[in-house]
């Protein structure tokens, strides 16, 4: 029986043995998230299934209950378990546990989180089970998915969607233990001693394609008489493959071992020939112990591969694909310890259990309100983080900018590898009042830094300037950053993706919004609000993108090779910067961990001076950059530039009157529409608001591009406080 105030999560899989999945589950439920938290693993147990995953828990320390293989008497099992047990949240792996422990958590109101851990549709009956579960699913607290790239293709809600991702740990293997390792699969299954081995390892189903395997080795047979190619695995296929390899010595088919990951450092090659799958757990142990590997680029695999392929990635379904890079490999043994060594550190800094561990706990946290886990919790060894300058150029935001330094400094992120840059452009408020109070007791360095120029360009500037960061992320002092995390989440995506700029969703959603500023930030985030291509409000984005309306973050690279902020933008100044970030090839990646949140202007006024300024800074942008004008950027000036000369016209051209009146009404039905949509989902409020909201947004944008033009651009030398830092 549990204790008063102790979190315990249940772990639910059906297992007939302990494979890569289970090996996972494994991992997760041993982690150590404080004496308040038991993590537990149960199964559905009779003579073919269960007890081997019930056992491994067992024998790691993890508590662990049985429940009965009958899915009507492990439901009743089940809910009545959850309710003595005080049961405070449960995760299932697989159709089954999916199926059964989303009814009885819905039915003892507790959180369910699904792992989606693969789908096999390996005969009608399992198939129709998959069915059901993928029914079931949009019932879940949450959706986990194993990659970035799986959970994009999730059609379940994006605040119902998480990523825990398969991990392991690196193997560092000294070359004794290498050369034993060597000896023992090659006599274990009488393989001569100086030959090749080229394996593949998994259940013997078709979704796994180890027939395409077999058909590449059947072509590299007779050029390499040293090879041999051998197959790890039992399933519905064995039958199948053995007749197809029948008379091909140099094919085997081992058939299941459980001590195959201590037998893979000896191999020369592992090839995974998967037609569907996420994050291969055999691609992911021949990584960790530097096993050169060809595979599928199916699923997360290319994700696992990286921005500079660890893995010879081929297309699925395709023997002679397989077959050419095999034998590229075998041909070239240094080629082959390069991917192996890039590979084992790619799993080294970027798979390792302490990431898995840090995803757990974010999908805790968001489930479980009282969950608490221990303070020290490290993706990467401090040593590895790289240092962060956090740069926010700021006027007058004394209402607050005490709240954005108390967010940054509860960032779980090293103390001493981030610092804060505060570029106050001559506040006359208190805001450096309290920005210096708040330095004096911070556990980090925060330098106030004047910005006599008051413009957020030169700000950002003199962040670049004087900040001593790897990578460098802009702030602003009037927002709510998203997570205690985001500082980790940028380390982790820099070092995840490779990309040397990030972007950020940025939606208008403070709660503390008025009725009034709701309804500006729903029209600004709808298409006629601002336009088809920009990606700042959504945070449905988790890819490669554009940078021009996102970026925020960048790596000392991306000054290196574009510059640093045109300090002749009063706004719109990190549009024309990304867009030159764009020109240069610089990969830019967008991920929803790196949302901040934005409060829309307070009223009309307010809204139309800022679409002013927008204006302006997009006459600039075109003015500097030719290849940057639109057919979208001239629609605002040329409708405020027409309207008014039809006004003027009209009382001398009747034909212009109707052309007025035409042009204003096509104009209308367009915000009507498109304000109709809004209240339909939101309310009738917008029937009204929608239309002149609309309106203030438009002729902002256009009077300011008139503005722009009038006054012109002309480059603007760098400051010389932004270079000196005084």
């Known amino acids: 029986m549990s204790m008063s105030g102790h979190l315990r999560i249940l772990h639910l899989r059906a297992s007939p043995f302990v494979g890569g999945p289970e090996r996972q589950i494994l991992r997760c439920a041993a982690f150590d998230f404080g004496e308040n938290v038991q993590q537990i693993v149960g199964s559905f147990v009779d003579e073919h299934e269960g ?23 492990a439901l009743a099992q ?50 129709l089970y998959e069915q059901l579960d993928r029914s079931m699913l949009p019932f879940a607290s949450a959706v986990v998915a194993l990659s970035q790239s799986q959970a994009e293709k999730l059609k379940a809600p994006r605040e119902k969607r998480h990523v825990v991702t398969n991990v392991i740990e690196t193997r560092e293997l000294s070359a004794d233990a290498s050369a034993a390792a060597r000896r023992d699969i090659r006599a274990r299954f009488g393989l001569p001693a100086e030959s090749r081995v080229v394996v593949c390892a998994g259940r013997l189903s078709p979704e796994k394609g180890t027939k395409y395997f077999v058909q590449a080795a059947q072509e590299l047979t007779s050029h390499y008489p ?42 020369d090659v592992l090839v995974n020939p998967s037609l569907m799958e996420e994050m291969p757990n055999v691609v992911l142990e021949a990584m960790s112990c530097g096993v050169p590997v060809i595979a599928t680029a199916v699923g997360g695999v290319a994700e696992l591969a990286g921005p ?37 550190n790619r799993i080294r800094t970027c798979y ?47 209402k607050h900018i005490q709240k954005v330094l108390d967010a940054l400094l509860k960032q779980e992120y090293p103390k001493d590898k981030y610092e804060i840059i505060i570029a106050d452009g001559e506040s006359t408020d208190r805001t450096r009042e309290i920005v210096e109070h708040v330095a004096r007791t911070a556990p ?60 950020r969703p940025q939606p208008l959603d403070d709660p503390a919004n008025t009725s009034f500023q709701d309804m500006i930030a729903k029209c600004r985030g709808s298409v006629l609000g601002h336009g088809l291509d920009s990606s700042i409000f ?16 960048y790596t000392r690279q991306v000054f290196d090779k574009v510059g640093i902020y045109d300090e002749a933008f009063d706004a719109a100044e990190d549009v024309e910067f990304n867009h030159r970030v764009r020109q240069s090839g610089l990969k830019s990646y967008i991920s929803p961990r790196l949302t901040i949140h934005y409060a829309p202007r307070a009223d009309l006024r307010g809204l139309f001076k800022q679409m002013m300024r927008y204006g302006q800074g997009r006459f600039r942008l075109i003015a500097k ?31 212009a009157r109707w052309a007025f009146l035409g042009t204003l009404s096509i104009y209308l039905v367009a915000v009507i529409v498109s304000s109709i949509a809004l209240a339909v989902k939101h309310g009738f409020r917008f029937l009204w608001g929608g239309p002149v909201i609309y309106a203030t947004i438009h002729v902002g944008l256009g009077v300011g591009f008139w503005k722009g033009l009038f006054s012109g651009y002309k480059p603007v030398p760098v400051t010389a406080a932004a270079r000196s830092g005084v």
């Not at 007890?51 to 009507?72: H, Q, W, Y």
Request: aromatic share 6%; hydrophobic share 45%.
């Open 51 to 73: 007890k081997d995953l019930l056992d491994a828990a067992g024998a790691k320390g993890i508590e662990t209950v049985s429940f009965s293989p009958g899915s009507r008497t």
């Open 78 to 127: 089940l809910r009545a378990y959850i309710r003595k047990e005080n049961i405070s949240m449960l995760c299932t792996h697989g159709f089954k546990a999916d199926v059964l422990g989303i009814i009885a958590g819905r039915r003892e109101s507790i959180p369910v989180a699904s792992f989606l851990r693969g789908w096999t549709a390996q005969d009608w009956k399992v198939r």
């Open 226 to 267: 040293d090879v041999r190619f051998t197959i790890f695995g039992e399933g519905i296929e064995k039958a199948s493959l053995a007749a197809a390899v029948s008379g091909t010595p140099s094919i085997v088919l081992a058939g299941h071992i459980t001590d195959f990951k201590e037998l893979l450092p000896g191999a």
């Open 308 to 344: 500079d392929p660890t893995i010879v990635l081929v297309p699925p379904a395709d023997p002679a694909a397989i077959s050419q890079k095999l034998a590229r490999l075998l041909d070239s043994p240094t080629e082959a310890r390069s991917f192996a060594a890039a590979a084992q």
């Open 352 to 398: 390792s259990p302490e990431k898995q561990k840090s995803e757990l706990e974010a999908l805790f946290e968001r489930l479980l309100p009282a969950f608490a886990p221990a303070s020290t919790k490290p993706v990467q060894s401090v040593r590895e983080l790289p240092f962060i300058t956090v740069a926010m150029p700021v006027r007058n935001e004394e």
């Open 444 to 503: 980090l360095p925060i330098r106030l830094i004047n910005n006599p120029r008051r413009l957020s360009s030169a700000g950002r500037n003199i962040g670049i300037l004087n900040g001593r960061g790897d990578i460098v992320a802009f702030i602003d002092g009037h927002c709510i950053i998203g997570s205690d995390r985001w500082l980790r989440n940028v380390a982790d995506l820099i070092q995840e993706t490779g990309a040397a700029c990030l972007c």
């Open 538 to 553: 959504s945070q449905d984005n988790e890819r490669f993108i554009d940078p021009t309306s996102s970026g925020a973050v």
């Open 625 to 655: 950059h030719r290849d940057a004008i639109s057919l979208s950027q001239f629609v605002p000036p040329a409708f405020v530039a027409w309207m008014i000369l039809a006004v003027v016209l009209s009382a001398f051209v009747p034909l």
